[in-house]
């Protein structure tokens, strides 16, 4: 555990790298130390070896030297031939005490004691070295070892001459502790004098040793083990064999170095100390900035950017931390990015959906809690579709910044948002306010759009629809709030209301809507739909030939259903292609029946915005025709302003293509969708549906009688017939055949009916019409 922080491990190898130099340094030291002190004991050794060489040589000297005097003496050599012995051996003692011989002898030819100045041997007995005076016979002086009576003497042999050699002189000094002290004290080494049997076998003679440590004395593989340097010289002897040991205590040899090497031992332990430290420091002061930007990335993994990392170091790490820095700035600046992508819409710089989405949801949050209110509006531009198909996609996104712009500056404070939800809708969000603010604000946007906009020279025209919902009132939860602001605005836009706030009334709940869904399903399978036919009288000859189909659903227990009530659903779902095509084979199969019975009337069938767009509507047609054998003019297709300028160039392909066939178009509700001429024109239309609204407001309005007569101008000047429909009375029929309007078609008239009470309503209308001829005849 200690070892996975990268402090520790650098202190580790710091410590083991240290203690492996001071060891090894250690161990070269100690082992020339070692080696030294050995070496050194050698030498000392062999000085002393040369030494205690040269005092015995010097030792045979003075005795030889003290021997000669004795024998040269001529008192003494008359003594010695006179053998006077008391003479010889006053002689003798006299001489031998002047250099401190411990024994001086005199030896006969035949090798035999004459005297002996310290009673060592007695008178007449054999000399017990003869090969020392052999040897000095020979070669002129000698020395050797030898023992005496248990003792043991370096001894040396003089000729006494007279001329000739009459007997020897021999004189020695004892092997004792004195002389091993004297040898020890100058070579500062410790002598001991040996004896040494045919085994191998010491016997101490003498030693500078203290008397105990004597016995320890056995061989020298012992004393190698017990801790001396030892070196054994043989000593020229006689008889049992004499040595010399030298002993260097390697433990007194190494005590000084002990010294150094305990020193040494201190020294690599306060390196090591040191180095402990000091590689914990170095360690520290690496992990430690290590550690802050450790810390550092976990903060900028949490998503804070606020502050930079403090950079004091001017080394790697410096770097490294600046380098952090750089990034955590480049993360903070993608991230800004990121998120303006995310919550920007990049046309308009307004909010997106996204970001709309997100301040509901807090905005929702905060009304729960402070119990307050807030309104959401949902906005949507009329024929923005037309805008971007006739004047190009350029001019469309500049509109789309144009009514940004004013729609923020309509906005009338600053938490208020108003963001692009895409395409050409906008939403609003007030996120403090109730309705009346709304409604406040929702004119205050349709005011700032009425101004013209000029864009690129071109005068754009658009208006918005707008949907108001509040909390809590419409609901608590988001999506409830915008589905509900987005059915208020589908209201403000069929009725062309500017804005409209929802009501419940709106939006069956979606378990009615799945009931009125089958239902409708049912209507069609089990026949429960019928279609009723409508007149469009000739306001010139009075003439009947044309009607239009209108839907009429029969439900078993709703009873009557007026289309108003199902077909925008129908169109809502996507069911409306399955009434058109019944309605369709209907209708036409109804045109074929009159046909046969010989009742010429053309059909007009109304079609959907949907199934416009729908480009398969020219195909059912065709086949349709051809299933009940009816010639194309004898059908008319209806269709709705709003319908066409909701995507002109579509409408117009299809509509181009159903013209091709034969089909008769006739533009429904006109005067409600401000389609423009330049449109119209491009359209191949046969007629025109004055809106029943004008038709209807024509008496009290002045406005609508001007829009009902410029409309049939209009109509005539590009070569259209114009219908009124929506005629309730006498006189609006007087007033629009006044006004030269083709055709007209009201209840005044007649209801739509179904097919049979056509019939005779037909009937009654020719003879009714054949007798006013009449009396008009009669008038003339
Ligand atoms: P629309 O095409 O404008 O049809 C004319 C509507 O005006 C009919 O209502 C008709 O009954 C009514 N009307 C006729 N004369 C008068 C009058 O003098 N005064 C008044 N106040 N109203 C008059 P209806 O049949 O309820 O149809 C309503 C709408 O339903 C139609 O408006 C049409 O848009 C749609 N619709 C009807 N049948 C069909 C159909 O088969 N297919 C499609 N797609 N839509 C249909
Ligand atoms: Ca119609
Ligand atoms: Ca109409």
Known sequence: ???????????????????????????????????????????????????????????????????????????????????????????LRNHGDRVHADVVMLVDLDGKLIADSADVGHEGMAFPFPKL??????????????????????????????????????????????????????????????????????????????????????????????????????????????AVLLE?????????????????????????????????????????????????????GRGDYAEPIEIRQNDEIGELARAFNQMQEGIAERERRITELAYMDRLTGLPNRALFNDRLQQAIAAAMRG????????????????????????????????????????????????????????????????????????????????????????????????GIVTFPHNGTDMNVLLRRADIAMYVAKRSNLGYALYDERHDQNSAERLSLMSELRQAVEHDQLTLHYQPKVDLATHRVKYVEALVRWEHPTRGFVAPDQFIPFAEQTGYIKTI???????????????????????????????????????????????????APEWIWIEITESAIMDDPNHAIETLDRLHALGIRLSIDDFGTGYSSLSYLKRMPVDELKIDKSFVMGMSQHKDDETIVRSTIDLGHNMGLKVVAEG?????????????????????????????????????????????????AREQT
Not at 46 to 51: G, H, I, K, T
Request: charged share 20%.
């Open 580 to 630: 058109s095509r019944w309605v369709a084979d209907k209708a036409i199969g109804q045109c074929a029946a009159w046909r046969a019975q010989g009742i010429e009337l053309a059909v007009s069938v109304n079609v959907s915005a949907r199934e416009l767009i729908q480009s398969s509507l020219p195909e059912t047609f065709d086949a349709l025709l051809h299933k009940h054998g009816v």
């Open 371 to 466: 119990n307050h209110p807030l309104a959401v509006m949902m906005m949507d531009l009329d024929r923005f579709k037309y805008v971007n198909d006739t004047l190009g996609h350029p001019i469309g996104d500049m509109l789309l910044c144009e009514v940004a712009k004013r729609l923020r500056a309509a906005l009338l404070r600053e938490t208020d948002t108003v963001a692009r939800l895409g395409g050409d809708e906008f939403a609003v969000l007030l996120p403090t306010d109730d309705l009346p603010a709304a409604r406040l604000l929702a004119q205050r946007m349709l005011r700032a759009l009425e101004e013209p906009i000029t864009i690129e020279g071109q005068l754009v025209d658009v208006g918005a629809s707008i």
């Open 1 to 91: 555990m200690f070892l996975h922080s990268l402090r520790a491990r650098i202190a580790l190898v710091f410590v083991m790298l240290m203690l492996v130099a001071q060891a090894a340094a250690f161990v070269v030291i100690n082992s020339v130390i070692v080696k030294n002190a050995h070496r050194n004991a050698e030498e000392q050794l062999s000085v002393a070896e040369r030494v205690f060489a040269q005092v015995l040589h010097g030792n045979s000297e003075q005795l030889t030297q003290a021997a000669s005097v004795v024998a040269a003496d001529f008192g003494f050599r008359e003594a010695v031939a006179t053998h006077d012995g008391k003479t010889v051996g006053s002689a």
């Open 248 to 300: 260097r205590s390697m433990n007194e040899a190494l005590a000084p170095f002990h010294r150094l090497q305990s020193t040494l031992l201190l020294i690599t332990l306060l390196g090591v100390i040191v180095s402990v430290v000091g590689s914990m420091l170095t360690a520290r002061s690496v992990t430690r900035p290590i550690a802050a930007l450790a810390q550092f990335s976990k903060r900028i």
């Open 133 to 242: 005076i052999r040897t000095v016979a020979t070669k002129g002086d000698a020395s050797s070892f030898g023992m005496i009576g248990g003792r043991a003497y370096q001894l040396v042999a003089v000729p006494v001459k007279a001329p000739i050699t009459i007997a020897w002189v021999v004189m020695g000094f004892a092997i004792d502790d004195a002389l091993a002290r004297e040898m020890s004290s100058l070579t500062s080494l410790d002598v001991s004098f040996l004896t040494v049997n045919d085994n191998g076998e010491w016997g101490v003679l003498a030693s500078s040793l203290p008397q105990d440590a004597r016995a320890a004395l056995k061989d020298q593989a012992q004393l190698a083990e017990d801790g001396y340097a030892t070196r054994i010289l043989r000593l020229h002897s006689e008889g049992q064999a004499v």
């Open 727 to 775: 005629v309730e009375s006498q006189e609006m029929l007087e007033r629009l055949r006044a006004l030269r309007c083709d055709l007209a078609q009201g209840f005044h008239l007649s209801r739509p009916l179904p097919p049979a009470k056509l019939e005779a309503w037909l009937a009654e209308w020719t003879v009714g019409n054949q007798q006013a001829l009449a009396v």
